[in-house]
């Protein structure tokens, strides 16, 4: 019977998709540069793509405003130098082209990793053959195909359409000024009257989509926006704080009228700003007693949901929901589309899904996965999925009271090996390149620093779009990767970087040094943690890291860390060091019987007296046991043995607390 043999034997959740780079050179086809217009001779002006919103504006009769909010939403202003986002699109209008773009999925090789992380399913396998290339269909859906349109509109060749964002911003254009024409409105200079026409632009294929699209972009409007995007160019959206989209036209696109679909969508747990449906993972039963793809619970009743896992495809959206349904394959909660936002949910969040590939962390979180790819940053994670997904956030982190820290709000890279055998193969989604300032900008919770002087900890919070630490492997193995702004600041033993990288004891088990491989995690701090201060010397900052000391740049004039303070966790007065876990379950006493003990081994890392480690929460001892599709056989086991989580390194770790003691940072 499974669950008999202990948990330590399994590695992780799904085949180790996240270290091929060629699955993303097969998904995505990124233009050569060389046929693109020039921008002009000399020198090129900053405000050149604002002029070209105003002259677009006015060439369709499309109010500026509006061509502005639409962009900010699909690109923030951004044209990735002609390369396509996951969903097609190209430019700072995100015109989509999946026939020029995508020439397939990536392939998903197989691996035998365990579906949840736990011993008590050994065997979990993608089949062979279940995911092959994406075969386009002979008929695109209108969401995938608006470039070929704007080509048809404007008179414009469609490669200059990818590639010079001037005249991708005239295709926007007259894409938004048809879209009026078609719902028989003039084409008012009143940015109110547009509401109809950017919920078209945005939800091809989703009335509701539509109207979350709209409903976002006319919230950009209200703020208002200024930024520098990824050429150098500065564009600025004024502020309109009383705009107000025309009533009519938000009226017919409001509330399902159907008693059905007001139902499905009432059972949906999604927040009412977002466009949400539901594509149920499957539960249940095949093969020689086994089941998939997820476990019923009873959260929060049973188990408290104390984090949320962020996570990144490695594949388009099609294929993504084609996993989801497959039983035999592994689960989460929610997935968001890239082009438009739109959120499916997939399993309750009251229910385990098989998603972290940490079996303690499945049995408290939730898991939520964005259409793209963390080795192609240009393949581009949208503004439109970025709003979305933190506009379910803050829903969830209400509903269950999840702390919007980033020892909550975890990657996937932050989730931690549960035995020293598992470190290596852990997934390293959703990468150096996923926005974690702008995306807590978003939550309502910016990384600011702590006022006063210097506290003992700090908050790494580089400048993304400066920062562009060299990574390798994106596109082959040891190949630098293209510049590119990234929230993840680099760690050496000593301050200079002519100095070796610190070694991760548990990532390279061979002695191997650290690499700048956009893989590996072993000498890595991202945006939002929080380590406490081992040293300052000039224009570096040393913290405690895996039991070590790791330097990182940080310059008063272009600081990459700011401080803070808080509570930490340090070796009990007489210990030389103390272990640390990758989960935190109970004392073997703790165990009823028919249940097998789950031995918490420690991990190889050991922090020494003296160090310091930010505490992320404090929590019980805790198994969720469910070895079979019979739920009246599932059992939760508490045990009375308290651990602490801690910012271990780049990812969390778990300490008891009998080994530790707990006191405010002390002030530097």
Sequence with gaps: MRGSAPEDEKRFHRPALRRSTTA???????????????????????????????EAAARFHVPRSVLLGVSYLESRWDGHAGAPSVSGG?????????????????????GNEDARGDSSRARKRVPAGAVQQATLPAELPARMRTLATAARLTGLRAERLRTDPASNVLGGAALLAAAQRKLGLPASGDPARWYGAVARYGGQDSASGGKAFADEVFAVMRQGQARTNDAGQRVTLAAAPGLTPDAGQQKRL?????????????????????????VPAPYEEFGDNDYGNHDKADRPRDQKINSIVIHDTEGPWDVTLKLIKDPTYVSWHYTIRSADGLIAQHVPTKDVAWHAGNWYLNAHSIGIEHEGFLAAPDAWYTEAMYRASAHLVKYLSRKYDVPLDRQHILGHDNVPGTTTSTIAGMHTDPGPYWDWAHYFALLGKPFHAAPGHQGGLVTIRPDYGANKPRYTGCEKPGDTCAPHGSGAVRLYTAPSESAPLVKDIGLHQDGSDSTQGVNDTGARATTGQRFAVAGRSGNWTAIWYLGQRAWFRNPADAPTAVNARGLVATPKEGRTQIPVYGRAYPERDAYPEGVPYQ??????????????????????GEYFY???????????????????????????????????????????
């Design 90 to 110: 190209y430019g700072p209008m995100h015109l989509t082209d999946a026939r020029t773009a995508l020439t397939g999925a990536p392939e998903f090789s197989e």
């Design 254 to 278: 409001g509330t399902p009228s159907d008693p059905a679909a007001r139902a499905a969508r009432r059972r949906l747990e999604c927040p009412r700003s977002v466009a949400c449906e539901s």
């Design 626 to 668: 469910s070895p079979t599709f019979d739920v009246s056989e599932h059992e939760v086991v508490r045990g009375d043995d308290v651990y602490y989580e801690i910012q271990l390194g780049h990812r969390v770790g778990y300490v008891r607390a009998a080994d530790v003691e707990v006191h405010r940072s002390d002030p530097e």
């Design 599 to 620: 031995a918490v081994s420690p991990l190889p890392y050991k922090l020494a007296a003296g160090q310091s480690y930010v505490i992320g929460g404090r929590v019980r």
């Design 24 to 54: 993303i050179a097969a998904a995505l086809l990124l233009l050569p540069l060389s046929g693109a217009p020039s921008a002009s001779a000399g020198q090129p002006r900053t405000d050149r793509l604002q002029q070209a919103f105003t």
